[in-house]
């Protein structure tokens, strides 16, 4: 079996919200974290809200809700389907962890959040990554299937940056 290996190991930071995130408290989040230059790949990670109910009075009636729908992320979107909890990021260079920690102190106003840095996307292909698309598999989507989903991950495109002068490397802002 031949492995496709991601050169680096990039840094990743994981972003615990103290409660669930609807779509549109994810959508906005989201849409604050693809403008900092140097964010690769971001893994949304919570509670899947099933298509079908699937216990008590009424088992196997379609789950209507208002949860289950479509985000804008930049210019790409997408479906949600899950109530988000964490949101993981891999990044290029470990110096926009406080970029991003100046976002979320901004943003996470009503509820709290906790940032950690950490291995959280798999480096190396798995077993379901090399079922799932092959010994020659795109180093990009690595780590990020999901083994009970039908789909492919969404590949969202952030928007090319030049040099930002406001971003400056800071290391010191993690938790935990």
């Given at each position: 079996?031949?492995?496709?290996?991601?050169?680096?190991h990039y840094p990743q930071i994981r972003i615990c919200?103290?409660?669930?995130?609807?779509?549109?408290?994810?959508?906005?989040?989201?849409?604050?974290?693809?403008?900092?230059?140097?964010?690769?790949?971001?893994?949304?990670?919570?509670?899947?809200?099933?298509?079908?109910?699937?216990?008590?009075?009424?088992?196997?009636?379609?789950?209507?809700?208002?949860?289950?729908?479509?985000?804008?992320?930049?210019?790409?979107?997408?479906?949600?389907?899950?109530?988000?909890?964490?949101?993981?990021?891999?990044?290029?260079?470990?110096?926009?962890?406080?970029?991003?920690?100046?976002?979320?102190?901004?943003?996470f106003v009503k509820f709290g959040f906790v940032m950690?840095?950490?291995?959280?996307?798999?480096?190396?292909?798995?077993?379901?990554?090399?079922?799932?698309?092959?010994?020659?598999?795109?180093?990009?989507?690595?780590?990020?299937?999901?083994p009970r989903s039908k789909e492919g991950p969404v590949?969202?495109?952030?928007?090319?940056?030049?040099?930002?002068?406001?971003?400056?490397?800071?290391?010191?802002?993690?938790?935990?």
């Amino acid at each position: 079996m031949s492995q496709t290996v991601i050169s680096s190991h990039y840094p990743q930071i994981r972003i615990c919200s103290i409660r669930m995130m609807k779509p549109e408290t994810c959508e906005g989040l989201l849409n604050k974290l693809v403008e900092i230059p140097g964010i690769r790949r971001i893994l949304l990670h919570g509670q899947n809200i099933p298509k079908v109910i699937p216990y008590g009075p009424a088992r196997g009636i379609e789950n209507v809700t208002d949860i289950k729908r479509r985000i804008t992320v930049g210019s790409t979107s997408c479906d949600i389907r899950m109530l988000v909890g964490d949101i993981i990021l891999e990044l290029e260079d470990d110096c926009i962890i406080g970029v991003i920690k100046r976002v979320c102190d901004d943003f996470f106003v009503k509820f709290g959040f906790v940032m950690q840095e950490g291995t959280f996307i798999k480096p190396t292909p798995t077993m379901v990554d090399y079922a799932r698309y092959g010994p020659k598999a795109d180093p990009d989507i690595i780590g990020m299937t999901d083994p009970r989903s039908k789909e492919g991950p969404v590949m969202i495109k952030s928007r090319e940056h030049g040099n930002n002068p406001e971003i400056r490397c800071e290391n010191d802002a993690l938790e935990g």
